[in-house]
């Protein structure tokens, strides 16, 4: 039988090694929206720290509101708790099949936190792929998307502390080898086309 013209996920023996991929970027490059279609094609965990963090503060936990304090102000979460989430999730039987880290690391100290994770459970991380789109874009995207902290003070502290917390993994996740640098202002299916070229040459 013909395969249906919709199935563009890889097969089970493309599956066979999980792969685990990190997406970097600024707010707006559109890390989440490329992170879904990813999670498809290669059928992994999606591990988005920004809806966890936003999920826990919808359930009232008390993580979710100190987390909710930081975020409404453009600010990152600190290390400890943004960790402590993604350890909790790393647990969940879906992440054997490989995981897509959309939102995390942000800070080197979490790149370190993730290095331990998965040196601990002896998987290397296969990829980092950092999202680049310029500013006045990216402006105009978060704008039209209208969360909460999408206002433009709150815009514009998120991309100073992008610039001085995030932008050092670039260099970080460069010397390991593991970077790709795509330019992600086109239409998605443009942008997923380039993810899609990069992970086929990966595996
Ligand atoms: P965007 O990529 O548009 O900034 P996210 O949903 O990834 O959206 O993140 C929203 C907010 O959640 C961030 O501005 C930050 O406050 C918090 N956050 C998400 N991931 C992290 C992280 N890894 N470290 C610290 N804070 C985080």
Redesign the pocket.
């Known amino acids: 039988m013909a395969t249906a013209p919709d199935s563009l996920a890889l097969s089970p023996r493309q599956l066979s090694s999980p792969m685990r991929i990190v997406f970097l970027?600024?707010?707006?490059?559109g890390?989440?929206t490329q992170a879904q279609r990813l999670e498809k094609y290669l059928q992994v965990a999606h591990l988005?720290?920004?809806?966890?963090?936003?999920r826990a503060h919808e359930a009232g936990t008390p993580l979710g509101q100190e987390?909710a304090c930081?975020?409404?102000?453009?600010?990152?979460?600190?290390?400890d708790?943004?960790v402590g989430v993604?350890v909790d999730r790393l647990t969940e039987k879906d992440c054997e099949r490989g995981c897509l880290f959309?939102?995390?690391?942000?800070?080197v100290p979490?790149a370190e936190a993730l290095d331990r994770l998965l040196a601990d459970r002896k998987i290397p991380l296969d990829l980092v792929i950092a999202l680049n789109v310029s500013e006045s874009l990216l402006v105009e995207r978060?704008l039209s998307?209208g969360?909460v902290?999408?206002d433009p003070e709150?815009i514009r502290e998120?991309f100073r502390?992008?610039h001085q917390l995030t932008q050092p993994l670039l260099n970080y996740y460069s010397t390991r080898g593991v970077l790709r640098q795509i330019t992600a202002e086109g239409t998605p299916d443009e942008v997923f086309g380039k993810i899609r070229s990069i992970i086929d040459a990966a595996r």
Request: glycine share 14%.
């Open positions: 970027g600024p707010p707006g490059a890390k989440g988005s720290t920004g809806e966890m963090l936003r987390a930081y975020m409404n102000a453009g600010q990152l979460v600190p290390d708790i943004v993604v959309d939102g995390f690391p942000r800070t979490q978060l998307r969360r902290d999408d709150t998120r502390q992008y």
